[in-house]
């Protein structure tokens, strides 16, 4: 009888607080980044980058406490070639079962102008600063930013010089995303084979979208030996984002015969993980988004749907039920009782403790008074709403009136409780969101810009719920809100005011240096 060979085990690296949360307004809180970074340990991540340590003393709190509480995956931080940042960074993580350093310095010809080191001068840095990494931790991750476009010759020479120096995971970052799946494959192949002890350490892969290859390039550099995939949820990522967790975890699993790898991922836990990234950082996953978009396992055309019904084989590829999609939509109504609703929050993947549970039910049964039915996106974009809805929030909104139409002025009438005291106006403007927002800026004064004001209807109907996002920036600091209502304005105010809330707390963090505000640190 033939043995069965084990496959290859790829492990999964999450950067979704790290890397992810570099994208323009996605910064999240402190309390959302450890609930982020438990349902990632309890997924089967094998390490979460937890964040940039001496970024600002949020990111080192952060990192910290996600050290201290995690009991499965590896946490690691980030760190810049020097001393200062990977001392800070063991100070973070040091407390985890299993802590990881990653220190990182440019090596392209672009990026080696940065710091303005010659070739020696940065071989020479990299000796010493991953030397120093591995003194303090026996897991240490290094990387050559830019990668991809820094010449063969050197870039085999810097990375034998940090596998020397200690370094037991090489990550090969594709910064801007601009390579090629061949390129992605043979880079990493070129390196095996010309570094002396290559085959000593694991070889990492981390792609960004710019190009709409990261998943195709990160799978390339798996085939050709790369052993590590640095991925986020939905594909967070600065500017087109990051290879997408979601997409390289179920491309093994369904096409397992040509790419014969295995992960340690709970793939039933993908959309709920999904949907909690997408509620905390602001960021909407668009319909038509592989795996996890709300479109991935619809059918609108006649032919699909004929097929599907009678053989769901032909037009799907994997099970909804294998990401942790639930096999029906059963409406629900303001018959239902608390028991059912925690259970269907349950079968979504929404674990709720009583206090909780109890505040969503207030608002599932007032939700069930305006709306005929309730359905599972309506009750997703309730639990999201009510994780914005912070008693301690510094604005709060508690009372809008707005008056619109074809004649008159429209007119907007707030209350916002402004530091625990109720503050009141009127407001006009050239609609009602407008004269809404003129309402809260005349009661909480602000040099914040409006970049981003968006809406999507959760649910089909005129009495669907509308889930507004709004961006703001101000000096430099962009801050994402959300927010879902029935009434359109009414979420558009309490999305802005969620905004407003998150750049209050950012203006809280202060960076230990001022540099850090200006060296980019993007892979």
């Avoid at 609930?35 to 949020?58: K, T």
Wanted: proline share 3%; charged share 25%; glycine share 6%.
């Amino acid at each position: 009888m033939t043995q069965k060979t084990a496959q290859p085990r790829v492990l999964i690296f999450d950067t979704t607080l790290r890397d992810g949360e570099q994208s323009p307004g996605a910064t999240m809180t402190h309390d959302e980044k450890l609930e982020i970074a438990g349902l990632l340990d309890e997924m089967g991540v094998d390490i979460i980058e937890a964040g940039f340590p001496i970024a600002s003393e949020g990111d080192f709190a952060a990192v910290s406490a996600i050290a201290k509480r995690s009991r499965n995956s590896t946490i690691c931080g980030l760190a810049r070639a020097n001393f200062k940042d990977i001392d800070r960074c063991w100070e973070a993580v040091k407390h985890a079962r299993s802590p990881r350093i990653h220190t990182f310095i440019g090596t392209s010809p672009l990026h080696r102008a940065i710091p303005n080191l010659d070739m020696d001068q940065m071989a020479e840095r990299i000796h010493e600063t991953v030397t120093h990494a591995r003194n303090l931790c026996d897991n240490v991750q290094w990387s050559p930013m830019d990668a991809t476009r820094t010449e063969h010759d050197y870039l085999c020479r810097t990375v034998e010089i940090a596998i020397k120096a200690g370094a037991t995971t090489i990550n090969i970052p594709d910064t801007v995303g601009y390579t090629y799946p061949f390129e992605s494959a043979k880079l990493i192949a070129m390196l095996l084979e010309r570094v002396p002890n290559a085959d000593k350490v694991t070889f990492a892969t981390h792609c960004h979208n710019d190009l709409g290859m990261a998943t195709a390039n990160a799978l390339a550099a798996v085939e050709a030996g790369a052993r590590q995939i640095e991925c986020t949820i939905n594909g967070l990522g600065e500017r087109a984002g990051n290879t997408a967790l979601e997409e390289v975890v179920m491309a093994m699993r369904v096409r397992n015969d040509i790419l014969p790898y295995q992960t340690g991922i709970d793939t039933s836990k993908i959309m709920n993980l999904s949907r909690r990234v997408s509620s905390v950082s602001g960021f909407a996953v668009q319909f038509n988004k592989a795996i996890v978009g709300k479109n991935a396992f619809l059918h609108e055309s006649g032919i699909h749907q004929d097929g599907v019904l009678k053989n769901v084989q032909t037009f799907e590829i994997m099970r909804p039920e294998d990401i942790g999609l639930t096999a029906t939509n059963i409406a629900m109504g303001k018959h239902s009782g608390r028991a059912a609703l925690r259970s269907k929050l349950k079968e979504l993947g929404f674990e709720l403790a009583d206090n909780q549970l109890n505040d969503v039910f207030v608002r599932f049964k007032a939700l069930a008074d305006r709306k005929k039915e309730v359905y599972d996106e309506d009750l997703i974009a309730l639990v999201a709403d009510e994780a914005t809805s912070d008693d301690n929030n510094h604005l709060q909104v508690k009372r809008l009136r707005v008056v619109c139409g074809t004649e008159g002025p429209r007119e907007a009438e707030l209350t916002l409780v402004i530091g625990g005291v109720d503050s009141s106006t009127d407001a006009t403007g050239d609609g009602p969101v407008d004269a809404a927002f003129n309402a809260v800026n005349m009661l909480y004064a602000h040099n914040a810009k409006l970049q981003l004001y968006q809406v999507h209807a959760v649910t089909e109907g005129t009495d669907a719920q509308a889930t507004v996002s709004v961006r703001l920036e101000e000096d430099g600091r962009i801050a994402t809100g959300t927010s879902a209502d029935t009434d359109t304005v009414v979420a558009s105010v309490k999305a802005y005011v969620h905004a407003l809330n998150r750049l209050i707390q950012r203006r809280m963090k202060s960076a230990p240096d001022s540099d850090v505000k200006t060296v980019s640190y993007k892979q």
